[in-house]
């Protein structure tokens, strides 16, 4: 579907960096206000309400947006095609949106009780979580096209109407944790609205036919990664659901500020990636050795940086804590290196995953994931017992590493690299 310049990674990434950026910036910059009128307890509350829709992503189909971005690449399909694979895509989303949502409404209550939200918001948290994944079917199609631009623009967007609520319902209104969650909803329902418009507007939407054809092939590529993606949840997020039991809800808060803060290497590393898929694809479409070669010694070069920001965090980490989040959340300091270093192996594992994904075989990742979620949270049951706050951090950091280690061996039977013999 056309031919990529040589610069085109060098330029799609420095977009998707700056719209990354810019997009993780405009939340971190709310952080100092929140934190100081949110105490730990409120701000646990808005974690686990945030936590919850990370749950809730794996099964209301967010991994048919990985399909719709890997229909693109078929050399035979066309622009209707297309729009046909994605309404199929977004039928599916909803059909699995409305049995999640049938499943949780009559224990609405318990759920609400464990999780330590209010009940009102357990119902809200599936079609949120269904909002957020329609939006970002429309953001992976400008991903694939290499526009960029709209694709920064249109997340831009989000987060600063999103910041702005937040400000108005938590620091003109004093609403507390309500406000900053009702702000998150009140915007995934406007970006909902606009993501179907400019997905009609490119003519990228069929969504009232049927093709049964590419329903079979959504579910064949998307419902292989559930595992996985659930696995990413046991990964990334669980550890708050084990913290909220073992420590309360004011130690979440406290766990939820490091994590936030340093999300912000998550941005580097995601915005980098986005630009480095279509990039690779079309590179691994060539097969060409010695091509192979330089991506390896590229990717090497890349994972010793990682490893080098890493080791810095953990000595500037609770200086930052208490700068950015105020005395209130100094103890998120001693989790900040641990959670660094596991953000580090997140981003090798980004470097390596996108091989499974272009060969399409893709049930041995999901095993991977789920492996490593299930690692992690037997880790976090005793660690946090033994160690608190930190042991959480130091079993992230453990099962990321043996994610990434897991994911590369299967990388290399799935679509081999030089990674050995590459000089």
């Not at 609405?108 to 599936?126: H, N, R, T």
């Not at 093709?211 to 550890?239: C, M, Q, W």
């Not at 000595?315 to 001693?334: C, D, F, K, N, S």
């Not at 037997?378 to 959480?392: H, K, Q, S």
């Amino acid at each position: 579907m056309g031919i990529i310049k040589k610069n085109s990674f060098v330029s799609g990434a420095g977009v998707y960096l700056f719209s990354n950026i810019l997009n993780g910036v405009i939340p971190f910059l709310l952080l100092p206000v929140l934190t100081r009128y949110l105490n730990p307890t409120q701000y646990g509350e808005v974690a686990m309400f945030q936590t919850l829709l990370g749950a809730l992503s794996a099964f209301v189909g967010v991994t048919f947006v990985g399909a719709a971005g890997r229909k693109y690449y078929d050399g035979d399909v066309s622009h209707d095609d297309l729009a046909q694979f994605i309404g199929s895509c977004l039928q599916l989303i909803l059909g699995f949106s409305l049995v999640i949502f049938l499943l949780f409404a009559p224990f609405y209550e318990q759920i609400a009780s464990w999780v330590g939200v209010q009940p009102k918001y357990v119902l809200w948290a599936v079609p949120v979580a269904t909002c957020a994944v329609i939006i970002r079917i429309r953001l992976g199609q400008w991903q694939v096209q290499k526009q960029s631009i709209k694709y920064g623009i249109l997340q831009i967007s989000q987060s600063l109407m999103n910041v702005l609520l937040s400000l108005s319902f938590v620091v003109v209104l004093l609403q507390g944790a309500s406000g900053r969650i009702d702000a998150q909803i009140v915007t995934h329902l406007v970006f909902l609205v606009v993501a179907i418009v400019l997905l009609k507007k490119d003519k990228l939407l069929s969504i009232l036919r049927i093709r049964k054809d590419y329903l079979i092939e959504a579910l064949r590529f998307g419902v292989p990664l559930i595992p996985h993606t659930a696995g990413a949840f046991l990964l990334v997020s669980v550890d708050r659901f084990v913290i909220n039991k073992e420590l309360g809800l004011d130690s979440a808060g406290i766990y939820m500020v490091a994590v936030q803060i340093t999300s912000a290497i998550g941005v580097v590393f995601d915005a980098i990636n986005k630009a480095y898929v279509p990039w690779l694809f079309e590179k691994l479409k060539n097969d060409n050795i010695e091509e192979k070669k330089q991506i390896v010694k590229f990717t090497y070069i890349w994972f010793f940086l990682i490893f080098l920001g890493a080791a810095i965090a953990f000595i500037i980490g609770p200086i930052l804590v208490t700068l950015v989040a105020g005395e209130e959340y100094a103890r998120a300091g001693e989790v900040f290196g641990w959670l660094a270093l596991g953000q580090g192996f997140q981003g090798m594992y980004l470097m390596i995953t996108n091989y499974i994904f272009y060969s399409k075989k893709t049930g041995l990742l999901s095993a991977a994931s789920i492996g490593s979620g299930v690692l992690n949270l037997g880790l976090l049951i005793i660690f946090v017992r033994f160690f608190g706050l930190e042991g959480a951090a130091i079993a992230f950091a453990t099962s990321m590493c043996i994610r990434f280690l897991l994911t590369w061996w299967i990388a290399n039977k799935r679509h081999p690299m030089p990674w050995f013999n590459f000089i």
